[in-house]
Nanobody
Framework: QVQLVESGGGLVQAGGSLRLSCAASGFTFSLYAMGWFRRAPGKEREFVGAIRWSGDTTYYRDSVKGRFTISRDNAKNTVYLQMNSLKPEDTAVYYC????????????????????WGQGTQVIVSS
């Protein structure tokens, strides 16, 4: 069955960095776009960024552009979220998700276009 397992979260001071990983199994990872989302306390889940199946295209929400980078290693079935210059407002539970088959040649910010989700990893940024 499809499984997505995030890791790498933790507590970091503002200005610091973290790298999240999402290990995928149960499907042909190299054929699917992958996304990262987050949910801050008291807020709805929001799009962070996504990467095309080939790794050649990425897209980010404005507030993380220039600070966050998504990459993937299709040989390791893993997608990464490198987070630099972290801010307290980045505090959230971060989720990776698999894009559905409509995302073959495009990326999406919509949660309903992602069909499997990990359990999330907590990121806390202290000021």
């Amino acid at each position: 069955q499809v499984q997505l397992v995030e890791s790498g979260g933790g507590l970091v001071q503002a200005g610091g960095s973290l790298r999240l990983s999402c290990a995928a199994s149960g499907f042909t990872f190299s054929l699917y776009a992958m996304g990262w989302f987050r949910r801050a306390p008291g807020k709805e889940r929001e799009f962070v960024g996504a990467i095309r199946w080939s790794g050649d295209t990425t897209y980010y929400r404005d507030s993380v552009k220039g600070r966050f980078t998504i990459s993937r290693d299709n040989a390791k079935n893993t997608v990464y979220l490198q987070m630099n210059s972290l801010k307290p407002e980045d505090t959230a539970v971060y989720y990776c998700a698999r894009g559905n088959r409509r995302l073959l040649n495009r990326l999406s910010v919509r949660t309903d276009e992602y069909d499997y989700w990990g359990q999330g990893t907590q990121v806390i940024v202290s000021s």
